[in-house]
């Protein structure tokens, strides 16, 4: 791949509808920046599979979207950014790399020693990564991490206010609220779907947080310290690509993003 240009695209990538919510704030954020989004359909969900599968499908996503001429690479998948940064990284040499754990991170931190619930897939509480990362920004903070296995799956399914759902919600929250938190980072991007479900769970009090927007806020910093922000000359284009039947990904995804898509690409491995 070439140097990346101003006119080239933000390419965004997660395990299926959830980046979405990074999708929307970009476009909220950044409205002269074009989008390529890429949702591994057939795949998800990834927070149940081996460090090293994550590994080898985060390498083959990069390289497709590192082919359609991407200035910048937002990691939307929590799982991968908590296990495949190093192999993400290696693949995009040159190219501008934001995460979702670093934005949720920096919005969890406070610096005023808070107590933090981090909830996610199993692959990404296990890592450890968001602990981290909050401490090494605030030391003082405590933080509880609580996996969800099934939320993800349904999300995918379109249950997001389903009594099932609900009940899952119960049960991976007691824990965490047990703990008299103050925050709660919804450490994977489908999450957000959940939204008023969880606050109904969890209760006024507890601040959510969704690394969406944080993320969104980083990538338009990183664009203008790098000199690739897109000027005014071109309206913004926005391409879709899953790896499966594109139909309940736009089905939710639209629900999701809160417009219509268009057109939805299958991808061409």
Not at 173 to 180: C, I
Not at 213 to 227: D, S
Request: hydrophobic share 45%.
């Amino acid at each position: 791949m070439s140097a990346p240009k101003k006119h080239y695209s933000i390419g965004i990538f997660d395990s299926g509808v959830g980046g979405l919510t990074v999708v929307r704030a970009l476009m909220e954020r950044l409205p002269l920046e074009s989008i390529v989004y890429f949702g591994d359909t057939a795949r998800v969900p990834y927070g149940v599979k081996s460090v090293a599968t994550i590994e080898q499908y985060a390498a083959q996503i990069v390289d497709f979207l590192l082919r359609r001429n991407v200035k910048m690479l937002i990691v939307a998948c929590n799982t991968m950014a908590a296990v495949a940064l190093k192999t993400i990284s290696a693949h995009a040499k040159g190219v501008p790399i934001i995460d979702v754990i670093e934005a949720g991170a920096r919005a969890a931190a406070d610096g005023r020693g808070g107590r933090i619930g981090v909830i996610g897939t199993p692959t990404t509480i296990n890592s450890n990564a968001y602990a981290r990362r909050i401490h090494a920004l605030d030391p003082g903070a405590r933080v509880y991490s609580q996996a969800c296995p099934l939320f993800v799956p349904l999300v995918e399914e379109g249950w997001l206010d389903h009594p099932v759902t609900r009940l899952a919600a119960q049960e991976y929250l007691r824990p965490v609220l047990a703990e008299d938190i103050d925050s709660l980072v919804l450490g994977c991007t489908h999450y957000p779907l959940l939204k008023p479900l969880l606050r109904d769970v969890a209760g006024e009090r507890v601040r959510l947080i969704d690394s969406a927007l944080t993320a969104a806020e980083l990538a338009a910093a990183r664009l203008q310290q790098t000199g690739l922000a897109a000027m005014d000359a071109e309206p913004a284009s926005y391409r879709y690509i899953v790896t499966d039947i594109p139909l309940r990904f736009q089905t939710i995804g639209e629900r999701f993003l809160g417009r219509s898509f268009g057109e939805i690409e299958r991808a061409d491995w």
